[in-house]
């Protein structure tokens, strides 16, 4: 047909997330051609993508990577890469909440997974932190159910629920909680608290930093002292945190806490991390949520002491985000609602490697 490499894709939406999903058989194996594939596939190193199918910001420049489980107790494994696009990079150290909640309904339409009766159980075992999470996806005479009346902040319209449940969310990355071994520490002169929960994030109020949290997305992606002081800070705590350098990661990610003004339990601004979100990473939502209901942290000091279980509503840029917490065999259980939607199915093309190379 032509000289470029086609790989079979499904495009969807994963909460306030959007990207390729791709069954791992269809990639390369070696690490270094999939790079490659995904880079030319996404366009990357171009600000707009122009060149892929990426639509340059990172809310939109991710991949899911979906095949059979390769532990007990999951039924299908989820690799996800963050595909940078200011340059050509793959960074798989992070895992994303919202495309998890696209992993369950392609995994049934991909069939690796039968649907049951009007909810099918879908255990995912996220490959980038070794956890496993529960989805619970619309289902009906065997076909996964899109239409609903659920909506989320950050995506316009409705659609139908997916319940996530993060099982045991501690310690994704470094194995550990709070892992400088404190719930807070003095980064920089800020009182910071550095913690591992669905994803590493380094937490501060938004005042310590000089803005008041309040501000829309754009206003504080274009904020150039406010970036280069979170990105100073982020480095140190990952530094802290036994990440080692992580100036060329995406995590830890640094966020920003103030007081709620909208009825919630506190409003946060949460970076990727240089740009800030225009919502809110379920991932994030999830840590943020555990560390409102652990004492001694930066965010308990803004809404107060939590008692499990609790409700934690988390407002952010483009609305709020409600997490339940509660203990189940000694864990700390998070419970939230996204929604998802396939949005095209076909075949994605990637120049040979040679051929990226050349470009990079």
Do not use: W
């Not at 045991?168 to 709070?178: P, Q, R, S």
């Not at 406010?226 to 480095?235: E, G, N, V």
């Amino acid at each position: 047909m032509n000289d470029l490499i086609r790989i079979p894709c499904v495009l969807m939406r994963g909460g306030t997330s959007r990207g390729p999903f791709f069954l791992a058989s269809d990639l390369p194996a070696d690490r270094e051609q999939r790079d490659a594939v995904l880079l030319s596939i996404m366009g990357s190193g171009h600000p707009l993508q122009i060149d892929g199918i990426g639509g340059g910001n990172p809310v939109t420049s991710k991949v899911a990577i979906i095949g059979p489980a390769s532990v007990d107790g999951a039924d299908v494994d989820y690799l996800f890469a963050q595909v940078r696009t200011d340059r050509q990079m793959v960074d798989y150290s992070p895992n994303c909440g919202n495309m998890l909640a696209a992993v369950g309904p392609f995994a049934i339409e991909a069939g690796l997974v039968q649907a049951t009766g009007t909810s099918t159980l879908v255990r995912i075992h996220n490959v980038n932190t070794k956890k496993i999470i529960e989805a619970k996806v619309p289902t009906r005479n065997g076909e996964v159910i899109y239409l609903g009346d659920a909506s989320i902040d950050g995506v316009p319209g409705l659609a139908a629920p997916i319940a996530l449940t993060f099982l045991d969310a501690a310690g994704a990355k470094t194995g550990k909680l709070f892992p400088t071994g404190n719930p807070s520490d003095i980064i920089q002169g800020i009182p910071a608290t550095s913690i591992d929960c669905a994803i590493p994030m380094v937490l501060m109020r938004a005042e310590d930093v000089g803005v008041t949290g309040y501000e829309d997305a754009a206003s504080l992606s274009a904020n150039s002292e406010l970036i280069a002081k979170l990105a100073s800070i982020r480095t140190e705590a990952g530094r802290l945190m036994g990440m080692g350098d992580v100036s060329d990661m995406v995590i830890p990610k640094p966020v920003i806490l103030s007081a709620p003004r909208k009825g919630g339990t506190l409003s946060v601004r949460y970076f990727m991390p240089n740009d800030c979100h225009p919502a809110l990473a379920t991932t994030g939502a999830v840590g943020i949520a555990t560390a409102v209901a652990s004492m001694g942290t930066v965010a308990s000091s803004i809404a107060g002491a939590t008692k499990l279980p609790a409700l934690i509503r988390i407002e952010h840029p483009g609305g709020r985000i409600d997490v339940q917490l509660e203990i189940r065999n000694g864990a700390t259980v998070a419970g939230l609602v996204r929604t998802a939607r396939r949005l095209f199915e076909g075949y994605a093309f990637a120049k040979p490697k040679e051929r990226v190379d050349h470009a990079a």
